[in-house]
């Protein structure tokens, strides 16, 4: 809560992404192309993780910056640009979903339709052996994981995504959202552990042995996140 | 050790968020003494690690190299169309005010015209009085204007000549 209290300046100063936003909102030219040019991965990487389909994360994607340059007037830096960026693209990726809600489209793969066989993530379900590692290579992988993400709820989604991909703390994805930190929370556990249960096949592994599991309040996690939650950790003995 | 038949709701939200590093240091370390003394938990830790681990095999797609320049063109497509329908509106505008002008003076010259010529005003108590006195009830019924009686009876008018 202490981020966003802080004042505009205090980010302008810090953030360089403030910084270019700010010269958008004044229309320098050239300033949007930079824009673009520097958020087009990250943001194309997460849409296509939330819709599961890189034509329409395309088309997502600019509509968010068509979003965002629309938006410059309103702008006023109260975070971390990137959650400005990424509440715009939540926005649009729950109405999205909700427009396709509407408009179901017909889905002609037999093998995914109709009550007589199971679908594909009822497939992760079941299976469960041999192991995963023989039998499937990095592709079909994830084809499977991206399956199982499809059966998350759009929130659960969401927070995942900006979760792993974007490694926002609880706070940030908390804003992205507009719910509590709590709700976060609760909402990546249950997230999780669903995903858990459609990847079962994949996550069912020999027990290691005790030296190797985590017996410190040091635990495992990216890089970026280790340094960013290093503070509070290493005050524990 | 004894181990739970399960996890509750509040020991996974715990598990994960030590996980995910946002655990505050007393739950930290409540985490870490559960996971000393139980299998279970320790395997529930694993399998959420393994299953958070899954998610790095999902593609990470690149932008195109025209994909900024696409979504200036776009942008600028937008901004065209925004720019025609503001015109359009003025346009659209314009005319209105224009035809709601034609229409109130149709309107005015209609009402003009059908309403024929001014009724004079009915005569008050004391005209009527001085219509009886002087006997002019006879051609105030011709002409029907208290104002007219009055003029034709100025002396210049029809007084006798001395």
Redesign the interface.
């Known amino acids: 809560m202490a981020a966003i209290s802080q004042t505009s300046g205090q980010f302008a100063l810090r953030d360089p992404d403030i910084r270019l936003m700010l010269r958008v909102r004044a229309d320098e030219p050239g300033a949007f192309e930079e824009l673009v040019d520097r958020y087009q991965h990250r943001l194309l990487a997460v849409m296509h993780h939330l819709v599961g389909n890189a034509e329409e994360a395309e088309d997502l994607a600019q509509e968010v910056f068509l979003r965002v340059y629309r938006s410059r007037k309103e702008y006023h830096p109260q975070a971390k640009f990137s959650t400005w960026l990424f509440t715009i693209a939540n926005n649009l990726a729950l109405n999205s979903h909700r427009r396709k809600q509407r408009k179901p489209s017909v889905n002609l793969n037999v093998t995914d339709s109709g009550p007589l066989g199971p679908r594909p993530v009822e497939n992760l379900l079941y299976d469960r052996a041999p192991a995963p590692d023989k039998r499937l290579d990095h592709q079909e992988l994830a084809g499977v994981v991206q399956e199982a993400l499809t059966h998350l709820n759009e929130r659960q989604r969401m927070a995942m995504v900006l979760n792993k991909f974007e490694d926002m703390s609880y706070l940030e994805i908390a804003d992205v959202l507009g719910i509590s930190t709590k709700a976060v929370k609760s909402l990546l556990s249950r997230a999780r552990n669903q995903l858990r249960e459609l990847l079962q096949g994949y996550v069912e592994m020999p027990d290691k042995p005790e030296h190797e599991l985590p017996t410190e309040a040091a635990p495992p996690r990216s890089e970026a996140r280790a340094r960013r939650s290093e503070g509070k950790r290493k005050q524990l003995p | 050790m004894n181990d739970p038949q399960s996890i509750s709701?509040e020991e996974?939200?715990n598990?994960?968020?030590?996980?995910?590093?946002?655990?505050?240091?007393e739950a930290?370390?409540a985490?870490?003494a559960k996971?000393?003394q139980s299998s279970a938990y320790?395997?529930e830790?694993?399998?959420?690690?393994?299953?958070?681990d899954?998610?790095d095999?999902?593609?990470?797609?690149?932008?195109?190299k025209t994909?900024?320049q696409?979504?200036?063109q776009?942008?600028q497509t937008?901004k065209m169309t925004t720019l025609l329908r503001q015109r359009r509106w003025r346009w659209a505008g314009r005319l209105g005010w224009a035809a709601a002008l034609m229409v109130a003076g149709i309107v005015t010259f209609l009402f003009v015209y059908h309403r024929g010529p001014e009724q004079p005003p009915e005569p008050t108590a004391d005209d009527l009085r001085v219509l009886e006195q002087r006997d002019f009830w006879p051609q105030y019924r011709r002409i029907e204007s208290v104002d007219f009686l009055r003029e034709l009876d100025h002396p210049d008018l029809f007084g006798e000549e001395s």
């Open positions: 709701a996974r939200q598990l994960v968020a030590y996980l995910d590093g946002e655990l505050e240091e930290a370390r985490v870490v996971l000393s320790r395997r830790l694993e399998q959420l690690q393994r299953a958070w899954l998610l095999y999902l593609p990470r797609p690149q932008a195109a994909f900024t696409q979504t200036v776009k942008l937008v």
